[in-house]
């Protein structure tokens, strides 16, 4: 028998034939039972380590008026985009790992991949809107002031929030035109296109392509438009005629890359690889690296590796012992 999905039609049940189907069931992380309070602790921490670290360097740049500048207001914006990404999908999967019956409601799933698709879209064009803001600021710096205005800060902010819901939408209503098997068990530990996909009885040549196409525009436009601008970046650091002036400049850089470096190369791995070479276990391990991994080390990267982040977060810090002693 075969199941049709009904997105915004209903968003609540999907039928086969006098049954109502409302559930899936999440098939999660291949691990043995006494393996599994082991990883229940693991993910927790780095859930609440990704939470609390981007948590702080949010307030750090709020509280200190030395970091109100672009490069800084792009950050907060990444950091409270990752705390909404990690919890898209890390609470559900550690509910998961307790339950004996590991499931997810039909409009639950769709909301889960609404918001996952909405918030790694998002991560992708704020780490471009990053690195413009490092182009400018070493490649254009007495314009920097003009092209990075209060204005088009938000612009930049405000028009990925745009483009990516309607990117989530597209996807979301493209599975209205699929029929899926007599199969509610999901090969993974969250629910994301690939799996989901893979369900299907009819054909899914549409949504492969859109993937191919839509998705592959929203990745890789912002990720050239980053290699270009650190193109231009090394051409104009490599101009600078002190080795110290040189230095300064790429500091500034390193954090970015690392993190443009580690969310690229597992997104990469999971979406555009060829479908020949698609392995549920890779795609689990792969997701795992940008939706926990990659998360909870950018607080890392973005505190350890900035000076004037890491005196934010001493003042902060100061600030609070201040107040807890009265």
């Known amino acids: 028998m075969l199941l049709n999905f009904s997105l ?58 030395h970091l ?7 950050l907060a914006n990444l950091s409270f985009t990752d705390i909404c990404f990690t919890t898209t999908t890390i609470p559900k999967m550690l509910a998961d790992i307790q ?12 909301t889960q991949m609404y918001f996952f698709i909405l918030l790694v879209d998002l991560d992708n064009f704020l780490l471009a809107a990053m690195a413009y803001d490092r182009y400018v600021a070493i490649c254009h710096p007495l314009h920097y002031a003009v092209l990075l205005s209060p204005k088009r800060c938000a612009l930049l902010v405000v028009t990925p929030w745009v483009i990516s819901n309607l990117v989530s939408i597209l996807h979301l209503s493209l599975l209205g035109l ?12 969250f629910c994301d296109l690939e799996p989901i996909l893979r369900l299907a009885c009819s054909d899914t040549q549409i949504n492969d392509l859109t993937i191919l196409v839509i998705g592959g525009a929203v990745i890789f436009i912002p990720f050239t438009f980053i290699i270009v601008s650190y193109v231009f970046i090394c051409f104009t650091v490599l101009g600078v005629p ?51 991994v990659t998360l909870m080390m950018n607080p890392f990267i973005y505190s350890l590796r900035n000076k004037d982040m890491k005196g934010a977060l001493r003042r902060l810090f100061s600030k609070k012992k201040f107040f807890w002693r009265w």
């Open 99 to 110: 339950s004996r019956s590991p499931t997810i409601s039909f409009a639950g799933c769709l």
């Open 178 to 189: 699929l029929t899926v098997c007599d199969q509610k068990k999901i090969p993974h530990f």
């Open 68 to 74: 109100h500048s672009p490069m800084y207001f792009f």
């Open 242 to 292: 002190s080795a110290k002036g040189k230095w300064k400049a790429f500091s500034t850089c390193g954090s970015h890359l690392s993190a443009v470096a580690l969310f690229y190369g597992s997104i990469i791995g999971v979406y555009f690889l060829p479908s020949s070479a698609y392995s549920v276990e890779r795609d689990k391990v792969a997701a795992i690296m940008y939706t926990i």
């Open 8 to 65: 915004f039609r209903h968003c609540r049940t999907m039928h086969q034939g006098n049954r109502t189907i409302s559930k899936f069931f999440l098939l999660g992380l291949a691990v043995g039972s006494e393996q599994q309070k082991l990883i229940f602790i693991l993910f927790l921490c780095m859930y609440l380590v990704t939470i609390v670290g981007n948590l702080l360097i949010i307030l750090a740049i709020i509280n200190d008026a």
